[in-house]
């Protein structure tokens, strides 16, 4: 194990902060246990923190902080069953290398890959799809280290609840040292983007859903545009963009130019509609085809707050169509667009689309921008119609909320209460969200 260093932690987007009691980096699931049974002998928590990538205090650890680096070990590939097991800190963007390596690939993903596996794991990490559903709906098996230190591996077929508790577990029940990955052959993507008006998405979105295996939008706020996204696999060839192609749309467009309009729009509010029209407008449609996690994923460097609501499939066009009508009625001024995708139903218990389809609802501002007016008007809508928070984006929903819209919460407190009795792995955000 690394020495021990006391240091102050910080989210990637800023908005998240610690100062913990001492920071190690395990790297060893035996290390993880021993890091754990000494934290317990000085009375302290612990956490093991991912890349930041979370806007919730999810990551923060006030007690002990465990670094992921030094657990990105691949234990297992196994190309015949398509098992494959990593350790925690790995990278989701080595991950997608060493499975594309082994003509291997999962079958979704969200669309950034700089998380850790287990990081992107405990939050629930999703991303859009008619059949295949999230991260946690691929797991075979997790091993994690327990409050008393010993170190347990859960599965449908070996401690069934715990696994199915701890997949998406926020890291309350354990701390994750390697997760088992059910992949699939590799496959090519044939990524069609298109602009479309605002009537027209909202009027075909169940067809879209329905006739591509991955569909998203984007809503510009105070334009009539969208941008529509409908990945499908194909035999090939791949026709990948052109490097200068893929540079001018995904790095300088979408990452470079936009962080310099926020920069504008962040010192003058007055010029969002205005800008917006002018953003919607210079993403044009192309199409083109590659490798199944390069489509999936971009490149994000502006940074942001986010926030995200899981609400049931059938209440997506009401709960855009009112959350349009808000920004009239409240006067917001939005830089950034909307994001909305989709999931078929899962069954691990905090999944945000357990046990229904789902339609996720995604909405952000730049990071200097005050976010509160914004985010509580939306959260206050999306939550009329039993909407679920994403576990690693902000809002202020607290146990006693949640346990209406997670049949199974109660059941994933009591087995908390079980495993975890003295709240080794708890935090604020642990205890606003589960209780304490």
């Keep these: 194990m690394s020495p021990v260093t006391t240091q102050n932690w910080r989210n990637w987007a800023g908005n998240q902060q610690a100062s913990p009691h001492r920071v190690t980096t395990p790297r060893t699931t035996d290390e993880v246990a021993a890091a754990v049974r000494t934290a317990a002998a000085d ?18 650890a006030d007690g002990v902080l465990l670094r992921p680096g030094g657990l990105t070990a691949v234990r297992a590939v196994d190309t015949a069953t398509g098992l494959v097991t990593v350790e925690a800190g790995l990278p989701l963007h080595a991950l997608n290398r060493l499975l594309d390596e082994h003509g291997l690939a999962l079958a979704n993903m969200g669309d950034i890959q700089e998380q850790t596996a287990a990081g992107a794991l405990q939050t629930a990490t999703h991303g859009t799809g008619r059949d295949a559903a999230g991260l946690a709906s691929q797991v075979a098996a997790l091993e994690l280290v327990l409050a008393d230190g010993t170190a347990v591996t859960c599965s449908p077929d070996e401690r069934p609840e715990l696994f199915d508790a701890a997949r998406a577990g926020v890291g309350a029940l354990g701390i994750v040292t390697a997760v088992t990955w059910r992949t699939v052959p590799a496959f090519l993507l044939r990524a069609r983007e298109e602009p479309m008006a605002w009537d027209e998405v909202l009027s075909r979105v169940d067809e879209l859903d329905a006739a591509n295996e991955h569909f998203e939008f984007y809503w510009f706020p105070h334009t009539e545009r969208c941008l529509t996204k409908r990945n499908n696999r194909v035999e090939g060839p791949a026709e990948p963009l052109s490097r200068f192609k893929g540079w001018l749309d995904d790095e300088f467009l979408s990452n470079t130019v936009f962080g310099a309009i926020n920069h504008v729009t962040h010192r003058a509010p007055g010029t969002v509609p205005f800008v917006n029209g002018i953003s919607a407008k210079a993403l044009g449609a192309r199409t083109f085809t590659d490798t199944s996690y390069k489509v999936f994923t971009s490149p994000r460097t502006v940074r942001f707050k986010e926030q995200e609501y899981a609400i049931p499939r059938d209440q997506l066009v009401p709960a855009l169509r009112d959350l349009r009508a808000l920004y009239e009625k409240r006067g917001w001024r939005i830089s950034f667009p909307i994001e909305v995708r989709m999931l078929p139903e899962e069954d691990a218990w905090l999944s945000m689309a357990y046990g229904r389809p789902t339609a996720f609802i995604a909405i952000h501002v730049f990071h200097r921008d005050p976010h509160e007016e914004y985010f509580q008007g939306v959260e206050e809508l999306m939550t009329a119609v039993g909407g679920r928070p994403h576990w690693g ?8 909320y949640l346990e209406t819209v997670y049949p199974r919460l109660a059941d994933f407190r009591a087995l908390r209460d079980e495993l975890d009795p003295d709240r080794r792995f708890a935090n604020a955000y642990t205890r606003q969200v589960f209780g304490d």
């Design 43 to 60: 009375g302290l928590t612990v956490r093991m923190t991912g890349t930041g990538h979370s806007f919730t205090g999810a990551a923060v």
């Design 393 to 400: 984006k902000m809002h202020t929903r607290d146990a006693a």
